[in-house]
Structure formats: C-alpha cells, structure tokens
C-alpha cells in the first residue's frame, strides 16, 4: 500500500528535497498535503507536481493572497496554526515530514505525535525545544519518530540490529564538516560577512542552519537532538570534526566496534530512507566514489573560537529549560545576523546572555516551554534589537 504522506515545509530545502526524491517512486508514496509558511509562488508549482489534496499557508495574511480559484477543484486550502493542526492529524495521512526551521514546528510534531502518526523529523529544534515532552507523546500514542537529520540517520541506521543500545552503545560519534570557517582565528572570524557564512563548503541548506553550521551551533543543536533520539547521556557523545562530510556519524560500542555510516552529501538519501525505513530502494543518485574522495580525515573541534557548541552541552547538562532559552536566543541572533544587524561575532555573546539571565524551570510543561521561548524573543523586542 502506498504511505501517505504530508510534509510541512515544503518550500524549504528539505521539503523540496522530499518532494523531489518521493515523487520518484509514485508506487509508493502518495503527497497529500503540503504547508508551507509564506511562499505561495513555489507552493503553487508544487500543487500542481505533487497533486495534493490540501494545502496550508501558515501565515494568514500570505493564505489570503492564494487564489482560491486559481488551484484546481478538489483542493482544500487552509490558512494558519489550525489548519496546520488540522492537516498533520488527518486520518489519512500515515505518516508526516516536519520539516519547517525553528520552534514553529513543536506544536505541528506534537499534534502528528498524539494522532499517532510516524514523524520523519528534519526539524531539530524541535527536539532541542521539547525532546522530553515529545519522547513522553511518542510512548504514550504508540507514534514513532524517525531522523531525517544526516547525522542521526546515520546513528539510526548503525544501530539497527542493536538489541541492548542502552547497555551496547558506548558513545554515539557525530561528525561535523567544521562549517565554512573551519581553522578561522579570532581575528578572522571578526570580519566575515554574511555571504562568506551562508557559503557552506558541502551542503545546500536553508539560510538558518546554513548560519548554525558556520558557528557550530548546528553541531550542538545536534548533540541535543541525539541525547533525545537514542535517549542518550550527553556525555556519552562525541563530536568529531570530518571535513569531507562523507561518514554521517558512527557509533562506538562495548567491545570497541564502531559502524559508521557512509554516503555522499546528498539529504535525498537521508529523507528516502526515513520514508522506506525499515526497507531501501535503488536511487539514482550519485554512488560514492572512495577512490575518488581517496582521504578522510578527522579533527577535534575548535571549542575557544565557535563556543556555541560548548553552549549546547552545558545547556544540556543544566536541562530543564535552558536547551529552551539556547535555541530561542540562537534563532534571534541568526536572525539579526541574517538582516545585517549583528557581527557573526557577537551571535555567541546574545547566546551566552540569555542563558546566564535565565532561572531554570525543571521538568518543564509545553507551556511552560512555549512560554520561556517567547520571553527570550520577547526580550530583545523591548531592547529594541529587534
Ligand atoms: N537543509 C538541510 O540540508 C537540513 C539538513 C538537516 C536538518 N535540517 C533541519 O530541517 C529543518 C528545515 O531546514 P531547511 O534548511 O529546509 O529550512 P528552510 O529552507 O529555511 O525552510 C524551512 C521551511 O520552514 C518554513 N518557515 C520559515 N519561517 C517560518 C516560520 N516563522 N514559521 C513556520 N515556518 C517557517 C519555510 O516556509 P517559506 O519557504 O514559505 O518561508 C520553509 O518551508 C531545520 O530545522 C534544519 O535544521 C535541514
């Protein structure tokens, strides 16, 4: 039977990455729906490849601006959260791509995971957010989540026929190309410019984590969403810088084994395996060349000059809601450096305030976790920042 399917962020680099490598196989798969926040000229052209059946626009304003009569007939539109909330619950999905960038996408995952749906996650904020609600949902609904992210695709498809992995597993190893400024000095670093960050050495990627890579806050944001994944202590994971971005991550067992899983830098993959998971289907990708690559090699991160990733770990390890209030300032931050109103510099410092600002809430309720995102953007509203 085909798997039908919606995925939520579909104008994005993932969605229409999915879109571009699930249409290939209209065997076996089924798009019946698509959201996307506010570009409704690609949504357009997509409406009519995938032929949806519903179709969202997050931003209101935006939705009222698509034509009803210009999609065809059976087309149903819908505008905003609840329309979104409407689509990823649907009775005849089986299974949802989250693939929408920041916290936006929790409430949509939450939902899709309380309606018992199978979530290939992409966004991985929403793990950094609320990985310990989302784990509690996904046992309580008999849902199931599966990576789409490289790296834990990797960990997941290297732990298949792992019976034990909470006693096997002896660290999980996530590999980093380094980003664009990778052996940068702190003198060099003070002067690089917005298109020198969203110039990524291995990947095409959304602005937002293309910026996250460059300052290795993508690699931490990582290593939340992995202690959450595999259920992981934060201790027991390792990130290892690998230029070449052709091994995805490996896993390191007791007797000293480690798999790793290999490919070349495509996202295509990674989506088509969370979808065919636990099967595979021949693709027409690019087949990887190990004679041509002829060397990988490996680094110890540079933890002084890109402290983000040190931001990570010690949010982790403080828990509660201080993953919360890292995430939230790093959006802020990309955000004004992305508009032209912060130094690539100064992103760790904006980081580093809001966690240093923030009394921990324990053990923390989806609102309580909605909420500390809000005061966080809120706060440098008032300063006029934003
Ligand atoms: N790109 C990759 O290769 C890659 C790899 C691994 C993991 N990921 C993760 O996957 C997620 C998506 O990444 P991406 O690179 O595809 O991002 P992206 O290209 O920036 O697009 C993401 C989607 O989010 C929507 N969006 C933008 N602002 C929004 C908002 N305020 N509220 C709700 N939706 C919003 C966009 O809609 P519009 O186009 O309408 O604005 C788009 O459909 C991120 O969490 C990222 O970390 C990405």
Redesign the pocket.
Known sequence: MKKRIAII???????T?AIDILTDYPQHFQIKGLA????ID??KEQINKVLADQVVV??EERAKELNKNLLPNNISLGGGKEALLDLVTREDIDMVLM????T??LEPTIAALKAGKIVAL????VMVAGGQIVNQLTQEFGSSIIP???EHSAIFQAIQGCRDTANEVNKLILTASGGPFRGYGRERLRKVTREDALRHPN????????I?SATLM?KG?EVIEAKWLFNMDVDKIEVLVHPQSIIHSMVQFIDGSVIAQMGVPD?RLPILYAFTYPYRLRTELKPLDLVEISKLTFEEPDWDNFPCLGFAFEAMRMGGTMPVVLNAANEVAVDLFLRGRLAFKDIPIIIERAMGSHNIIKNPKLSDILDVDRVIRDMYKKDGVL
């Open positions: 962020g579909s104008t994005g680099s993932i969605g990455q996307t926040y506010q570009n690609l949504l997050i931003n693939a929408l960038v920041g936006a996408g992409a966004n991985k904020e789409v992210d490289s990947w095409e990627m959304g602005n937002k984590i293309t996250d993508n944001l996202m």
